[in-house]
Each structure stands twice: as C-alpha cells, then as structure tokens.
C-alpha cells in the first residue's frame, strides 16, 4: 500500500538559512498535517490542512509557512533558521471522514533537519 | 486542553514476557480517538492501534491487545511474548473527534521498551 512521502529524507543547513520540506500524502488523502519532534521528545503538532485550507495551529513559529497545493501534497517552508529548529520533521496524512468522526492520521518516514 | 501521560519512562524485558504500556489521558471532548504507534530506532512512527471513545470494547489483534477504561481515562498497551523486533519508543497519543475534520494528535512522552534476549 502507499505511504507518505517526505523529501528529502535528511537536509544539513546553516543557521539563518531557509529550507522547504515537501510532503506527499497517501492517495485520496485530503488533509495534512505537520509535526516536529525534538531529540528525545515526543511529536508536537505544527499545523495541518484540510482541502488546501489550513485547519488548524499549533506551535509553529512566525519563521516557519506551510501550505497545501491542488494535488494535496504540501510544503512547510523554514526561514532564519536556528540551532533549536534541528529536529525529525513529520508530516502525517488522513482521509476526512465527516463531523463527529476521525480517521487515523499515518505518518511518513520523516525529514532529518540539522541546523549547523 | 488535552494531555496524555506515560508514567513509564522506559522498560526493560526478556523477550518472551509481556509487558504492559500505561496511558492515561484527559480530555473535556465528548467524543475522541485513543491510538498507540511505534516508534522503531529508524526513527518512523508506525501506527498499531485506534480506539473511538464510544466503544469500550478491548480487543486482541496478535500479539497485541488493548484495555481501554473510561472510567480511569486509561488506555494501556500490551505486547504478549515480547520479541526483540518489538523494541522501540511507544507513543500513546489523544485526537479530538468534535470538530471531526484534521483534529492534531496530542502525544504523550512515549515508554521506550527494551527487550532482550
């Protein structure tokens, strides 16, 4: 079956440097959602999109933009990085199933920030 | 708000045994979603389990089965005849099911089990 697809896999940038990581979710797919895990810690929700527009917010910083494009695939763009950005990026996919009802969110193998 | 705990910070057993994962979490949804994923040390999360807060039926799927109590607001996890592949972070986590589109995950801080031979 399908996964979702991050690109790149690992990314080496220096500080105050940008860099876009990309996400392709599972086929038929309508929402996105972005998560950045620090080294060990758990996974902290970024933001997340619905039918290309953004559905929720989480603790993404002004530096960081994100948006989803007409084939569901979305991009998180990162600005003036920092030494603290360093992190395993997630980005996780699902299928909106209607009001009162989830389904489950499968997340892609993750991108590898180090920020030097 | 919404937050999940894993008391157990880390757990070390012989293969063969079973080990049990503790989550506990809250939330003020009326409904909502428990799931436990894994966390290999390749470092991807893979998805095991999901359990709706309608249906407090536990359930046995292998090796792994499940005891979901509303009443303690505990969902934990167990791994029967533990095997050395099953070492790995595991990752309780809690999504809101009102809004019933794109509802985040709140993780807990996960158990890292190690199992041996």
């Given at each position: 079956?399908?996964?979702?697809?991050q690109s790149p896999r690992h990314?080496?940038?220096e500080k105050r440097e940008t860099a876009t990581l990309k996400c392709y979710p599972i086929p038929r797919h309508d929402t996105v959602y972005w998560y950045q895990q620090?080294?060990?810690?758990?996974?902290?929700?970024?933001?997340?999109?619905?039918?290309?527009?953004?559905?929720d917010k989480g603790s993404i910083p002004d530096r960081f933009s994100a948006q989803q494009f007409s084939?569901?695939?979305?991009?998180l763009n990162m600005s003036s990085l920092e030494l603290g950005d360093s992190a395993l990026y997630f980005c996780a996919s699902s299928r909106a199933v209607g009001q009162g009802s989830?389904?489950?969110?499968?997340?892609?193998?993750?991108?590898?920030?180090?920020v030097l | 708000a919404q937050k999940v705990t894993q008391a157990q910070t880390e757990i070390s057993v012989v293969?063969?045994?079973?080990?049990?994962l503790d989550c506990v979490y809250e939330t003020r949804d009326t409904t909502y979603y428990l799931f436990w994923y894994k966390q290999p040390p390749s470092g991807e999360?893979?998805?095991l389990i999901r359990r709706n807060s309608f249906d407090e039926q536990n359930e046995i799927s292998g090796r792994y089965s499940w005891n979901f109590q509303k009443s303690t607001s505990s969902f934990n996890f167990t791994i029967t005849a533990s095997q050395v592949v099953d070492s790995a972070v595991?990752?309780?986590a809690l999504s809101g099911g009102n809004t019933g589109t794109a509802s985040k995950l709140t993780f807990g801080t996960g158990t890292r089990l190690q199992v041996t031979l």
């Open positions: 079956a399908a996964g979702v697809i990314l080496i940038k620090g080294p060990g810690q758990d996974p902290q929700f970024l933001i997340s999109f619905y039918e290309k527009m953004q559905s084939d569901y695939h979305s991009e989830l389904d489950t969110q499968y997340f892609g193998p993750g991108t590898r920030l180090t | 293969e063969k045994e079973d080990v049990t999360l893979v998805f595991y990752f309780c």
